[in-house]
């Protein structure tokens, strides 16, 4: 038996089916946190954006209204974006995911880890539209993280510091005011990695190379996730958003060289590739950070096996 005298079974089906009301919440979020003229509770019902219409409960059911209505609001046929459905089912996946990796003793652990990671799917999707993370949620896990980690000391249970300690034993409990240190210095750990780097950068090239919005959300990542943690899904977002940037120019690249044929512009490949270089070079850095972040929180074991600090 587990959380609510549920089997692990009807839990994980609860606990995903919540996931899902949830994402539809983050929905919300997402679409009015960068409005400064809308808040999550201004207007308290959902509208359409279209015609400002309120809409009814059977046009919030997760997905399922998304579907039957085909994309499109009752009122205007105005297209609701699949980012909709999308944003749902990423947040009960994820939902799902941080209560299967954790024993069934760890509901407290799986609470935090849930509102993390519902965290990092509103601070994605903004900054992919607006180039911005909302301080709500940035600063609010700033406050959260060494307030949770009193309340919940097992979120540091397996910090390095704690594997120092027990020397190949079993770990011991997690002390409250261990879990609270450790979260204050993943904190400035985090924070001050990414605002280091971005210094250097400024320093490099003379401008900004990172945003107060990234530097503030590694400082909440590194709360729950402490120092040696944070500075792990640090390099891993860093990775990706390599990837990611060399896919970006590339694209950037093709459709240059695209444009330039078909307007019988001169000019070869090189000049195709600087001029790609310099639209490709603003992508976004905080869904990154939330992958890094998101796979360290969910599967810290067999990445530090993988790196071999086991």
């Known amino acids: 038996m587990t959380a609510l005298g549920l089997s692990r079974e009807l839990f994980l089906v609860w606990w995903g089916t919540m996931g899902l009301f949830v994402g539809s919440f983050l929905n919300v979020a997402i679409h009015r946190l960068p409005r400064p003229d809308l808040g999550v509770s201004k207007p308290r019902r959902s509208f359409c954006p279209g015609c400002r219409r309120q809409l009814t409960w059977r046009e919030n059911v997760p997905v399922l209204s998304w579907v039957l209505q085909r994309g499109r609001c009752r009122g205007c046929r105005t297209r609701i974006p699949v980012r909709y459905p999308l944003v749902e089912v990423l947040t009960a996946g994820l939902w799902l995911l941080a209560a299967w990796s954790l024993p069934e003793d760890s509901v407290g652990v799986v609470m935090v880890r849930t509102l993390v990671l519902s965290g990092l799917v509103v601070a994605t999707f903004v900054d992919f539209e607006f180039f911005e993370i909302p301080d709500e949620?940035?600063?609010?896990?700033?406050?959260?993280?060494?307030?949770?980690?009193?309340?919940?000391?097992?979120?540091?249970?397996?910090?390095?510091?704690?594997?120092?300690?027990a020397a190949g034993a079993a770990l011991p409990p997690m002390e409250r005011g261990d879990a609270v240190m450790q979260s204050l210095i993943g904190m400035m750990v985090g924070a001050g990695s990414l605002y280091g780097i971005g210094l250097l950068g400024r320093l490099a090239f003379g401008r900004d190379a990172m945003g107060l919005g990234d530097v503030k959300l590694m400082g909440a990542a590194g709360g729950f996730l402490g120092g040696p943690r944070v500075l792990v899904a640090l390099v891993l977002a860093s990775f990706f958003a390599s990837l990611a940037g060399l896919a970006n120019i590339g694209r950037l690249y093709l459709v240059v060289r695209h444009r330039d044929r078909a307007r019988g512009r001169s000019g070869g490949p090189g000049q195709a590739l600087a001029r790609a270089r310099v639209a490709g070079r603003y992508v976004p850095f905080g869904p990154y950070l939330a992958l890094g972040i998101g796979i360290v929180l969910l599967y810290w074991n067999d990445v530090r096996d993988w790196l071999r600090w086991s």
Do not use: D, K, Q, T
């Open 137 to 165: 949620i940035s600063i609010g896990g700033l406050v959260l993280a060494p307030l949770l980690s009193l309340a919940v000391p097992e979120l540091h249970a397996e910090s390095a510091l704690s594997r120092a300690f």
